[in-house]
């Protein structure tokens, strides 16, 4: 049996008895492929949204210029500053485990293109998006930012996600097939 989990979350982590193997597996091998792709390949800095971000993706990314946000919730409100590294003439790609809302990586972005970033790009490994707040993501067209993202990445470990997002700019979905079938001949 197969079963995708996100292991970031503790109580998933202890839930295996002896009898269970888990294999983890990241979808970061498939963006640093599809990163390589880019005519701007060389000019990406990697941004994380806070802390959490940083410590499970930092170490995967390690060879890209990085930008340290960080967030504080005030209310309703979310107040994203840049904590360490500069945006400014980058390609930036924000990088995060999972997005619903948005509401934080559209403050990054703020953030980002107030700080001069050039391109700003997403990745989540699970762009779950409840009441298609997919649609929150605008699509740079060219040079503005501030107006939208430049790509937006996630895998297809949300089938519906995938499914409502699909020929959508600025959206392409990288497929965790490949992976997962050669964890399975493991």
Request: proline share 6%; net charge positive; hydrophobic share 35%.
């Amino acid at each position: 049996m197969y079963q995708t989990l996100n292991w970031f979350r503790l109580k998933e982590r202890f839930y295996f008895g002896d009898n269970i193997l888990p294999c983890f597996e990241s979808g970061i091998p498939l963006l640093k492929t599809r990163l390589q792709q880019l005519p701007d390949s060389d000019n990406i800095s990697i941004c994380f949204p806070d802390d959490g971000a940083w410590k499970r993706f930092h170490k995967q990314l390690q060879h890209f210029p990085t930008i340290v946000c960080a967030k504080v919730r005030e209310g309703d409100q979310r107040i994203v500053r840049t904590k360490e590294g500069d945006p400014k003439g980058r390609h930036v790609l924000i990088v995060d485990d999972l997005v619903q809302s948005g509401g934080t990586l559209i403050e990054c972005q703020k953030v980002l293109a107030a700080h001069g970033a050039a391109k700003i790009s997403a990745y989540v490994t699970h762009g779950i998006f409840p009441n298609r707040s997919w649609e929150r993501f605008g699509s740079d067209k060219g040079g503005n930012p501030e107006q939208g993202l430049t790509y937006f990445w996630i895998t297809d470990s949300c089938p519906t996600t995938v499914r409502d997002v699909m020929h959508n700019p600025p959206f392409e979905v990288l497929s965790l097939a490949g992976s997962i079938a050669t964890t399975l001949q493991k």
